[in-house]
């Protein structure tokens, strides 16, 4: 592996991508946030719009634990997936800082597998290898492995990692995924590991793609208005826990106007909402807030949606 490993290194100081701001960084917290914001979303969308701002409002990791945790759902605001921003959180709370250790880091609210193996090597060195989506699909193609199972992945894993050079190895690996062994199309000629690569010739049916059926879900909102302001309510249930949003209903009242709906995709399903508005002569609940003070709340795109739907109807 000597010379696959040096071939790693040589392309990836040619061709990685060396300036992302955490592959610079050397504050493990600076680390950690990064891996958090990645997981399920893309590096151009952490990069241009959370990021800097998300540090800038809670540069260390003791200032995060510190803040309330509506703050913190204000500023992860569209990023989507806030049991992240929960469990950034809560683990802030816990610990003044990160342990190197992969056990201790696993223990903390939010930090899976691949979490701590990552932070481990990006932030501590330590010679582990990761387990993200464009490492798999690399270790899936060199082995010909259609329908692997974790374990498979994680032995051959820590088979290959370079425990010479381990931050710039699960890097590449990372790039390599990202930009030359692609889910379709792959570049197999420019790969630093088509030499050992036994799926080249196939590549694409490694891994095996499970086909995908999105549900759909429809949701009756109900939107009370009084005095010009608007009633949210500070989400209890595990979907969306702790955003601000508007009241579902399982039918309206009669004296409510349907004023149309809105749609949001998320991962694992669509969500349709018919949205009424009702005005209230005599509120009951004192949540109401006027349009500034709702940008200033944390609520979910979807309930953004419904905002502006009500506003382009007033």
Same mark, same amino acid.
């Given at each position: 592996?000597?010379?696959?490993?040096?071939?790693?290194?040589?392309?990836?100081?040619?061709?990685?991508?060396?300036?992302?701001?955490?592959?610079?960084?050397?504050?493990?917290?600076?680390?950690?946030?990064?891996?958090?914001?990645?997981?399920?979303?893309?590096?151009?969308?952490?990069?241009?719009?959370?990021?800097?701002?998300?540090?800038?409002?809670?540069?260390?990791?003791?200032?995060?634990?510190?803040?309330?945790?509506?703050?913190?759902?204000?500023?992860?605001?569209?990023?989507?997936?806030?049991?992240?921003?929960?469990?950034?959180?809560?683990?802030?709370?816990?610990?003044?800082?990160?342990? =190197?250790?992969?056990? !201790? #880091?696993?223990? +903390?609210?939010? /930090?899976? @597998?691949?979490?701590?193996?990552?932070?481990?090597?990006?932030?501590?060195?330590?010679?582990?290898?990761?387990?993200?989506?464009?490492?798999?699909?690399?270790?899936?193609?060199?082995?010909?492995?259609?329908?692997?199972?974790?374990?498979?992945?994680?032995?051959?894993?820590?088979?290959?990692?370079?425990?010479?050079?381990?931050?710039?190895?699960?890097?590449?690996?990372?790039?390599?995924?990202?930009?030359?062994?692609?889910?379709? =199309?792959?570049?197999? !000629? #420019?790969?630093? +590991?088509?030499? /050992?690569? @036994?799926?080249?010739?196939?590549?694409?049916?490694?891994?095996?793609?499970?086909?995908?059926?999105?549900?759909?879900?429809?949701?009756?909102?109900?939107?009370?208005?009084?005095?010009?302001?608007?009633?949210?309510?500070?989400?209890?249930?595990?979907?969306?826990?702790?955003?601000?949003?508007?009241?579902?209903?399982?039918?309206?009242?009669?004296?409510?106007?349907?004023?149309?709906?809105?749609?949001?995709?998320?991962?694992?399903?669509?969500?349709?909402?018919?949205?009424?508005?009702?005005?209230?002569?005599?509120?009951?609940?004192?949540?109401?807030?006027?349009?500034?003070?709702?940008?200033?709340?944390?609520?979910?795109?979807?309930?953004?949606?419904?905002?502006?739907?009500?506003?382009?109807?007033?």
């Amino acid at each position: 592996m000597q010379k696959i490993h040096q071939k790693i290194q040589d392309w990836y100081q040619n061709h990685g991508r060396l300036d992302l701001p955490w592959r610079m960084a050397t504050d493990p917290y600076h680390i950690y946030l990064s891996e958090v914001m990645l997981q399920q979303t893309q590096v151009k969308t952490v990069l241009d719009r959370y990021y800097f701002p998300f540090l800038e409002k809670f540069p260390t990791l003791k200032a995060l634990g510190e803040a309330p945790l509506d703050d913190v759902l204000k500023m992860w605001e569209g990023l989507g997936y806030y049991n992240r921003a929960k469990n950034l959180h809560k683990t802030a709370t816990l610990v003044g800082e990160l342990p =190197n250790d992969i056990n !201790e #880091l696993i223990k +903390l609210p939010g /930090i899976g @597998k691949n979490t701590a193996h990552a932070v481990a090597t990006f932030a501590f060195n330590q010679p582990v290898p990761i387990m993200e989506a464009n490492v798999k699909r690399i270790l899936c193609r060199l082995h010909k492995l259609k329908i692997p199972n974790d374990k498979q992945l994680w032995d051959i894993a820590y088979g290959v990692v370079d425990k010479e050079n381990p931050f710039d190895y699960n890097q590449a690996m990372m790039d390599i995924g990202a930009t030359i062994c692609l889910p379709k =199309n792959p570049k197999c !000629e #420019l790969c630093p +590991l088509n030499d /050992i690569c @036994k799926g080249q010739k196939e590549p694409t049916l490694y891994p095996t793609k499970k086909k995908r059926v999105v549900p759909t879900r429809e949701q009756n909102i109900l939107i009370n208005v009084y005095d010009d302001t608007l009633l949210l309510t500070q989400r209890q249930g595990k979907f969306l826990h702790g955003l601000w949003g508007f009241e579902s209903v399982d039918v309206p009242v009669c004296a409510a106007e349907y004023i149309g709906e809105v749609t949001h995709a998320y991962t694992h399903f669509k969500l349709i909402c018919k949205v009424y508005v009702y005005y209230e002569n005599s509120p009951e609940q004192m949540d109401y807030f006027n349009e500034e003070e709702i940008q200033k709340l944390a609520i979910s795109k979807v309930d953004e949606k419904i905002v502006k739907l009500f506003l382009a109807t007033m």
